[in-house]
């Protein structure tokens, strides 16, 4: 597609139950990033993946939260029991990143997000 | 871990005149520095960014700084229009980790 997508925009969910929000990067994005954003916060790191390896889990803030990217294109953020400490918008962001340095670019591209209210 | 601080929270100028954030970074072997702008129920889109190997990059009337050895830089805006209002991000990564940190953000409002 022409950006990001992620799905759903809008989700409310009680306490307790469990949430997945996808996420669908930039075709030919190899980086693709989960971030999470409260109100008047900036983007928090969640995870990194590069392919369909997680790169980087060390944002995750506990097991409740597990995220895979099982082909190295759509990837899944899922959250068990939820609880309303978890409600936030939850951002995905893809980038291209190419092993080399005359064919990087750092720049994320953000999709528009899933804002997940527990209630 | 990479710890990003942002100043000013808010922050209102004329029409015109320039606007300034500043952001320090902990980890001294962060080596780039992008700036988001994000508008109201908008998501963050990137404006400028810089790498460690320069100290000053413009782009038409947005400039950013860096000062590896205080380990801050800042986002400079001139002749301010109402158009650039909105929240503004700056982040710190180290390049091959990509794991970009963000600052607490900047609501900048620029009045007619």
């Known amino acids: 597609g022409a950006g990001v997508s992620q799905t759903p925009s809008n989700k409310v969910t009680e306490k307790g139950k469990y949430v997945e929000l996808r996420c669908d990067p930039i075709?030919?994005?190899?980086?693709l990033y989960w971030y999470r954003q409260s109100l008047g916060q900036g983007p928090e790191f969640l995870i990194y993946?590069?392919?369909?390896?997680?790169?980087?889990d060390s944002g995750l803030p506990n097991d409740r939260f597990f995220a895979v990217r099982p082909e190295g294109s759509v990837s899944t953020l899922k959250i068990q029991r939820t609880e309303r400490g978890d409600s936030a918008m939850y951002l995905c962001?893809?980038?291209?990143?190419?092993?080399?340095?005359?064919?990087?670019?750092?720049?994320?591209?953000f999709g528009e997000g899933s804002r997940l209210t527990v209630l | 871990g990479e710890n990003v601080e942002q100043h000013p929270s808010t922050l209102s100028v004329q029409e015109g005149d320039s606007a300034v954030i500043k952001c320090t970074y902990s980890?001294?072997?962060?080596?780039?520095f992008p700036w988001y702008k994000q508008e109201l129920g908008k998501r963050p889109q990137l404006i400028i960014d810089?790498?460690?190997?320069?100290g000053e990059k413009k782009d038409q009337r947005i400039a950013v700084t860096l000062n590896k050895t205080a380990k801050h830089f800042s986002l400079h805006i001139t002749e301010t229009q109402p158009e650039d209002s909105a929240v503004y991000f700056c982040?710190?990564?180290?390049?091959?980790?990509?794991?970009?940190?963000f600052g607490t953000g900047t609501r900048l409002q620029v009045f007619p």
């Open positions: 962001a893809s980038s291209l990143k190419k092993l080399g340095p005359s064919v990087f670019t750092g720049e994320l591209f």
């Open positions: 075709s030919g994005h190899t980086a």
């Open positions: 993946f590069q392919g369909t390896g997680a790169a980087d």
């Open positions: 980890d001294s072997a962060s080596n780039y």
């Open positions: 810089i790498r460690s190997n320069v």
């Open positions: 982040a710190a990564s180290i390049w091959n980790t990509d794991k970009l940190i």
